[in-house]
């Protein structure tokens, strides 16, 4: 049987229009991926309820893997993430106008967790496809770490050895920065992107 | 009759693989655009030469307008170029292992010429169309403005009234920067807008 | 006799507390520069103003040289303009009110004009100096540019042969960017390149 | 009595001539800081021995806290970390020619530690001073990461309660940089900086 991969993506945030992590996961979703059963969820930009959402999802589908995809606006390629940081920190409301600072994510939980998705693997096969990636070590201290965190955490105290999980930073898309002199990519090339990553983190799940 | 544009492109220089002008001039010629007699015309990265060879091909076609297109490495968007300047000053070698530094292009003639083409109204299109894009004030001091102030300079001085000009400047493509953490666009995207440069030219030309 | 060189800056604009033009060139004209009979005007922020102030400044010291310095936010050292272009394209307005966009500056003046200073030989000195420094290619079109553009129009044709002039744009001050993560250079640093453009203008000048 | 705080800077490496760390950290102990016992210890940029040559100089000294002080290339201004994390990945060869590639620099340590020095308060502090500074995410994964997790995971499981510390990465020094076009950052300036965190660490020190 196929492994079964979540990939999900967020819902705008900041006051924006769109969000280019899930314009990018549809895109990347939306033709099937050979030897993966693929599945996307959209996560609110919520903290504390993104992390729900996600689980629930988890517990409904059983995957192997969950990769968690968010936006990293200024970022020039997708940056997969080392680690993830037991800290809210925001410097900007939620959707829900929560702004935590300095506050733990799982109180008492360790410091970080490492990814353990294949992170240098993931980002050298990205670059095979001729699409600019990069590790990144530090997820930011807003929704996208607190998922990361959260899964992570989740994973290894209530799913140990069963779940592996990731989390993929993408860039501003192209309609986002018309005038700013920011880098992007077109959501087709992001897709792109994390449609190898899911292959790569699918070659070693299940 | 349709207004006659010459779209040209350059080849690689500095050892590079590609050059993402000519890809994407290809790219933007590859399917009828309507409205438009478009011709594109590939020129050497050469001090002099590439002059020749664009205005070769003016002298054929007898086109209405003249875009050029050229890589700037580091650019987020396209660039539409304000103004030509005389004078050469090369930081690198070009195809031939020229390299003229502080020479005039043209002895006695004028300091600049700005672009005919109009510049903020591509620029306004482009971005209409979701593409990044932005004026820019200089086209540097390489082969790209050489042949930028040269098609000026014959415009005015051997067509006056009859041939319009002006020069884009295009990202990187992605397959250059794979680990660079320089920006870059897809050949499609700058295709795409280098099609709506091409459209917005036409109208007021020919 | 010393040549005499006018060194000029701008007071703050665009709501700001500093223009670290003026702080630098103050502190460059804090002690005597052996050799040189430097004198120092500030300037309005002001199309046409800022040009009469200079103006009025020459026609009273009689300098051999002229260097007149602004802000360049964002740029990390010391930017030795190139040339000045007859076009005013102003995207805030001037301390006046003023936003002239696509204007000339002179009606029927040249595109251009080269600065008459040695920019290379300027570039190179601060450099031997450790204070990090470029050639630049636009001046922007903002009163800086229209600044360097009448001073290089009327030397050239109030005093031909008499007169040479040049532009320096200057980072931010570090208390500009506090919490930016942009680049800046405290006005020590940049007061010690001021002196070495002027000691290297002086050595051609008069 | 005065707290005790001890300011580590690091010898060049990579090739270069200066590491702008220790000539910042010199200058900061060059004169009294009030209330403030300082002292200082150059760091071989080697993997393990940094953290040998820290810890010794901890065991001599016996201070409240420790500072340890690295450059980080491109910085635009002082970073105050906020997390080690237990990964040596280096890109590039330490002075003693190791270059360890995802290696847990503790096994069995805790994934990350963060710095128990005051770190939002030093930035403010840093701020009002008028020098730029920011809370930084990651430390690299390089002898800086490598000192700050040995040093915080030694003062936790050697000497619980009695010692605090942190790290600061500061920017290029200007000679670095002459034609580069990267933010720096003059050592009178890294300094001043430096001496604002001493103080602000000093005060929770002890």
Not at 8 to 23: R, V
Not at 112 to 117: D, E, L, M, R
Not at 178 to 189: A, I, K, V, Y
């Amino acid at each position: 049987m196929s492994p079964r991969v979540l990939l999900t993506g967020f819902e705008p945030f900041n006051g924006a229009d769109l969000n280019p992590s899930w314009a990018a996961v549809r895109l990347a979703a939306a033709s099937p991926l050979p030897g993966v059963d693929l599945h996307t969820q959209l996560l609110p930009c919520v903290f504390g309820a993104a992390s729900e959402v996600l689980w629930d999802a988890v517990e409904l589908l059983d995957p192997d893997a969950v990769i968690a995809v968010g936006q990293a606006g200024g970022n020039p390629g997708l940056a997969v993430e080392r680690i993830a940081v037991n800290l809210d920190d925001a410097t900007i409301p939620d959707n829900a106008g929560a702004q935590p600072v300095d506050q733990p994510i799982v109180p008492d939980g360790p410091v970080g967790y490492f990814a353990t998705i294949p992170v240098k693997e993931c980002v050298a096969a990205v670059r095979a496809t001729g699409v600019p990636a990069a590790v990144s070590e530090s997820a930011g201290r807003f929704v996208c770490n607190h998922v990361m965190y959260q899964l992570l955490h989740r994973a290894a105290t209530r799913r140990p050895g069963r779940l592996i999980g990731g989390f993929v930073h993408v860039p501003f898309a192209p309609e986002q920065v018309l005038d700013t002199g920011r880098p992007c990519l077109p959501s087709s090339t992001v897709a792109l992107g994390l449609r190898t990553v899911v292959t790569r983190v699918a070659r070693v799940a299940g």
